[in-house]
């Protein structure tokens, strides 16, 4: 059974930080795409960040330079690095990955960005 559990998200002030967490299970990891998706209300769901099996990266244009997606395949866990965040960047953020044409996805964490 595939488990995408995210942690991390919360409040913080324009210019803040936080680190997001998406721990897995029922997967082998170490082959596995790993994607940070997010969703504000109103908004579709837009990919943010990507790191493939060997560790390239992929970040939609409105975070690069601010986030950083990383993942430590011993603890089958991807993590996003969230710096100088914005209102904008206020959403649902979830983690996701593609296994044999299906997608699964985590339940999401919310983070919202004060002005």
């Known amino acids: 059974q595939v488990q995408l559990v995210e942690s991390g998200g919360g409040l913080v002030q324009a210019g803040g930080s936080l680190r997001l967490s998406c721990t897995t299970s029922?997967?082998?990891?170490?082959?596995?795409?790993m994607n940070w998706y997010r969703q504000a209300p109103g908004e579709q769901r837009e990919l943010v960040a990507s790191?493939?099996?060997?560790?390239?990266?992929f970040y939609t244009n409105s975070v690069k330079g601010r986030f950083t997606i990383s993942r430590d395949n011993a603890k089958n866990t991807v993590y996003l690095q969230m710096n100088s965040l914005k209102p904008e960047d206020t959403a649902v953020y979830y983690c996701?990955?593609?296994?044999?044409?299906?997608?699964?996805w985590g339940q999401g964490t919310q983070v919202t960005v004060s002005s």
């Open positions: 996701n990955t593609q296994l044999a044409g299906t997608n699964y």
């Open positions: 029922g997967i082998f990891f170490t082959t596995q795409t």
């Open positions: 790191i493939a099996r060997l560790g390239s990266t």
